[in-house]
Nanobody
Framework: QVQLVESGGGLVQPGGSLRLSCAAS????????MSWYRQAPGKQRELVAG???????NYADSVKGRFTISRDNAKNTVYLQMNSLKPEDTATYYC?????????WGQGTQVTVSS
């Protein structure tokens, strides 16, 4: 049974930082491309950052220079370090794992940026 479990969300003030984690089980993690998506109320889900099995990364323009995605294959975990957070970063953040036609989602973790 495949599970992706996100953690690390919460309430933070503008300019603050959070680190999200996504722990995977039931897959051979090192072969999977992993991504973080987010969805704000009334908006479509959007890609935030991705990392390939080889470690190449890509970011949405809105988070470049502020967010960093990384992975630890020994721990079957992908991270999203979020710095200089803005109110517009408020959303539910989802972890996604993908290998060819197979894709899996986590349940999401809420991030709220507010003073």
């Amino acid at each position: 049974q495949v599970q992706l479990v996100e953690s690390g969300g919460g309430l933070v003030q503008p300019g603050g930082s959070l680190r999200l984690s996504c722990a995977a089980s039931g897959i051979i993690f090192k072969f999977y491309a992993m991504s973080w998506y987010r969805q704000a109320p009334g908006k479509q889900r959007e890609l935030v950052a991705g990392i390939t099995s080889g470690g190449a990364t890509n970011y949405a323009d809105s988070v470049k220079g502020r967010f960093t995605i990384s992975r630890d294959n020994a721990k079957n975990t992908v991270y999203l370090q979020m710095n200089s957070l803005k109110p517009e970063d408020t959303a539910t953040y989802y972890c996604n794992g993908r290998l060819m036609a197979a894709g899996f989602w986590g349940q999401g973790t809420q991030v709220t940026v507010s003073s």
